[in-house]
């Protein structure tokens, strides 16, 4: 209602001005006026995607037009509309960010079909600030501005249409079509644009940690993508050629997160690929027997109970690695559990090193150093 409110402000000022009514082309009109929906490249996930409106063989110059275009509400969602003409005024219905309410319930109820509608002319928007009249345009092919979409992550895509619809219930007819000097409206012929959205991330991301060589990732790109930007944990830390498949990083110990970005020659940004990647904290070589948590050089009940109170009273271990029983690479309950299991039931045996004193065999994070 709030659409149809302001298309009515609009029609004070402009006594022929678009939207409501059937709007049939003007007898006598030898050739048909034709628009056209033109994509500006590719649909990928992740990347906005934007489609030109082209009014072609328009015969006459054009003081405003409209625009009702349908699109599947799962694959796509609208995001702007810039006029080419910036001194026109705009108004939009539908699911567009802060746009009016939709003049048709269903069509923007993100089930199905969708649609927005688009209204544009050289006349002063009534409910703006005051100013003249716009130059109208003419020209064999004028494109009339871009619609920007956003597909939606895993949708296929679908049917994008500016051919008219009628509101189920309502006698007034939604049409694509544009006006004259006169006020006259003209219709005009349309044909669907079918857009398939595409995956754009690289493909088979591996992050292979390389010891003291740090971090190695590689993947397979597709050959639309020319770059990709490396994020660590956040923050870029390098790019390369997609093509190339391949990145060498050197990060601090610790766990981190990489994220490979796709560019295309344009400069959109794919989804991002994701991969871990840990690196182990450089430890001394300190002898220990694992199982051994209270340094009594043997393993039994009261190394059960000295992790429980490392765990839940602050107690002390003069050795974290001794007390990480199952090789873990963490302190945790089921260390203290696999001990007892080993001491009071002849469970599995303790990793390496055990029984006899060493060093650890698979070095992680945590080390044979105290802890409070």
Request: charged share 20%.
């Amino acid at each position: 209602m709030m659409f149809i409110k302001a298309i009515s402000e609009f029609s004070k000022a402009i006594p022929a001005i678009l939207i409501a009514a059937s709007l049939a082309a003007a007898p006598g009109r030898a050739e048909a006026q034709e628009l056209r929906l033109v994509p500006a490249g590719d649909a990928f996930d992740c990347m906005d995607f934007s489609i030109d409106v082209v009014l072609v063989n328009a015969g006459e110059p054009v003081f405003g037009f409209q625009v009702s275009l349908s699109f599947p509400a799962a694959s796509f969602e609208p995001v702007s509309f810039e006029g080419a003409a910036s001194d026109w005024s705009v108004r939009s219905s539908g699911s567009f960010p802060f746009a009016a309410a939709s003049p048709c319930e269903p069509w923007a109820d993100g089930e199905g079909v969708d649609r927005i509608l688009i209204a544009s002319t050289v006349y002063p928007d009534p409910g703006l600030a005051v100013r003249g009249v716009a130059d109208e345009i003419e020209g064999a092919e004028l494109v009339l501005g871009r619609i920007v979409f956003r597909p939606r992550g895993g949708a296929a895509g679908g049917v994008i249409s500016a051919s008219a619809s009628d509101c189920p219930g309502s006698p007034v007819e939604f049409s694509t079509a544009f006006f004259n000097a006169d006020g006259r409206t003209r219709s005009v012929n349309t044909e669907p644009l079918v857009v398939s959205i595409r995956d754009g991330k690289v493909e088979g991301l591996s992050c292979v940690v390389q010891g003291e060589a740090g971090v190695e990732l590689s993947w397979e790109a597709p050959e639309f993508l020319e770059s990709v930007r490396i994020v660590r944990d956040g923050e870029v830390v390098g790019s390369a050629a997609a093509a190339s498949g391949r990145y060498q990083d050197d990060p601090a110990p610790g766990i981190h997160r990489y994220e490979v970005i796709g560019v295309l020659s344009d400069g959109r940004e794919s989804c991002a690929a994701i991969c871990m990647a840990e690196i182990p904290f450089k430890v001394e070589d300190v002898p220990f027997i694992r199982g051994d948590a209270d340094g009594s050089l043997r393993v039994n009940l009261t190394d059960g109970i000295q992790i429980l109170r490392y765990l839940y009273q602050s107690g002390e271990l003069d050795c974290l690695d001794a007390a990480d029983v199952n090789d873990s690479g963490q302190v945790e309950i089921a260390d203290a559990i696999y001990l007892l299991n080993f001491v009071f039931q002849s469970g599995e045996a303790i990793p390496a090193p055990h029984p006899a004193a060493g060093v650890d065999p698979t070095p992680d994070a945590i080390g044979c150093g105290p802890a409070a």
